[in-house]
């Protein structure tokens, strides 16, 4: 089976943009979860997505939000990027929702100046 | 919400030495507890899991265990090779998971 995907590999925007990030799970993996990974709070968790629906949100503010499709591809929305925002953006899909292996994809490189 | 600490933070070891690597965390609710490793520049891969109602699992070099009493669990790898050399992370939950801050584990030679 193909790997979870995600796209872009690397994004550069300047601040007060908006930036969407798109991920695709591995064939049948129904839940996507998304986390922002810097060098100093290591992977935070932002939100997961099963079925179409919100499951689980982190402790990030409403400039980030996500949505899932039917296909289960999910895409993430920052709105009024901030210079903070720069990192690694790492979606991982599962086979279910809850306590199950969790696969990640190669991450979306986001530099904001 | 859950709270996950991992040590240490940096580990050197020789090659064909152990390395252990322990985390606590705080949600006595978090029922699965999986590893990940990252090497530099590549995503972050699924070494090996544990749920509440196993103690102990292993998979050829690698070994986790898990004490829900005292809410910690650890990995150990043994005969450690230079391709170990990477960051490891820790993480618990029970719907969502919470990690570990990481440990860079360096194997010399």
């Known amino acids: 089976k193909a790997g979870v995907t995600q796209t872009p590999r690397y994004l550069i925007k300047t601040r007060g943009q908006q930036v969407t990030l798109s991920c695709s799970p591995i064939?049948?993996?129904?839940?996507v979860s998304w986390y922002q990974q810097t060098p100093g709070q290591g992977l935070q968790f932002l939100f997961e997505?099963?079925?179409?629906?919100?499951?689980n949100k982190g402790n990030f503010p409403g400039r980030f939000s996500g949505r899932q499709f039917s296909n289960s591809r999910s895409e993430m929305n920052v709105s009024t990027l901030e210079l903070g925002d720069s990192a690694l953006y790492l979606c991982?899909?599962?086979?279910?929702?809850?306590?199950?292996?969790?696969?990640f994809g190669p991450g979306t490189r986001l530099t904001v100046t | 919400g859950e709270n996950v600490e991992q040590h240490p933070s940096t580990l050197s070891v020789q090659e064909g030495d152990s390395a252990v690597i322990k985390c606590t965390y705080s949600?006595?609710?978090?029922?699965?507890f999986p590893w990940y490793k990252q090497e530099l520049g590549k995503r972050p891969q699924l070494i090996i899991d544990?749920?509440?109602?196993?103690g102990e699992k292993k998979d050829q070099r690698i070994a986790v265990t898990l004490n829900k009493t005292a809410k910690h669990f650890s990995l150990h790898i043994t005969e450690t090779q230079p391709e170990d050399s990477a960051v490891y992370f820790c993480?618990?939950?029970?719907?969502?998971?919470?990690f570990g801050t990481g440990t860079r584990l360096t194997i010399i030679p």
């Open positions: 997505y099963f079925s179409e629906t919100q499951r």
């Open positions: 949600d006595s609710a978090s029922n699965y």
């Open positions: 991982a899909s599962s086979l279910e929702d809850g306590p199950y292996e969790q696969y």
């Open positions: 993480a618990a939950g029970n719907e969502k998971l919470t």
């Open positions: 064939s049948g993996h129904r839940s």
């Open positions: 544990i749920r509440s109602n196993v």
